[in-house]
């Protein structure tokens, strides 16, 4: 799916793709998922090779920049937690007169972008560094959405931990490990790409705006750090629960071993072949049992009053 926009008069309206004038009118074209027909219209179009476009679709891109052909390309990486790796590639193309954005699925950050306000639309006019800049932004911005989320998610489960310590707990621990492991590999790489930017990309010139990003991207790489911290905590948390859980049960058969220590003897000596003392006492079947009932309680008592019960 392609979406070209540009600036019509007193706003920004959507436009047919073949009507776009290049060099006349700065233009955003954002490009959805797109057929073998589409990314042609747009290699005709832009004058951009194909094969550049075919890297933009590749789901593990990294992160980088590159400028050829007078074209500025950023690689890049936005979150998407109902991802497998909780990341989605997407590259903007930057000329002078058009920005290009390209991603294999929606993200809402770039769909949801409010164009049509005073200031858009006036910086939209004047340099496509802007809009390139706003989309940045938006992606940062939903970066620390996502973060705290996932700080709230991590909440619950630290208190199911603590209550429960299931093993479908621990699963969904170790699932938000290798997300959050995907998420802070992104943002270390996105903010490399904006230290490009900022040092070495001389066709940047509103190179404030994009320092202003990198401080986000590593604020919210600081969040994530301590996310990684709280993850493994939790998993000591588990480990130290379960631990505590089989020393508990071991303690209990422990216990009642040692309560039935000694009427197992003593049964089992009266049930040896020998003479043995009470053998020929009418009532020696309830001494014994009363005997063996009384060290039952006695050895009960002992352990209460060493708080091991």
Known sequence: MIRALALQGDRIAEVDIKLVNVGKTNTWVDIVDPAVQELRTIHEKFDIPLS??????????????????GLTYFYYRAL?????KGTVAITFILAKRFIISIHKQKIAAVNELELNTDIMKTLFKESTEFLLYKMLHALSRETMKIIDSFENELDHVENDVIRRCSERTLTHVFTLKKRIVYFRRACIADRDVLSVVIKDITTIKEKGLFAEIEVELMQAID???LLRERLTSIVEIYVTNTSNRINNVVKSFTLIATILTFPIFVTGLYG?????PLENHPHAFWIV???LFLSILT???????????
């Open 299 to 309: 050895t009960i008592v002992f352990f209460a009053r060493k708080k091991w019960l």
């Open 272 to 276: 040896m072949n020998v003479r043995l």
């Open 289 to 291: 049992t009363g005997l």
């Open 223 to 225: 969040s994530i750090e």
């Open 80 to 84: 998407i937690p109902q991802e497998s």
């Open 52 to 69: 550049e476009l075919q890297h933009c679709l590749d789901p593990d891109e990294r992160p980088r920049i590159k400028t050829e052909g």
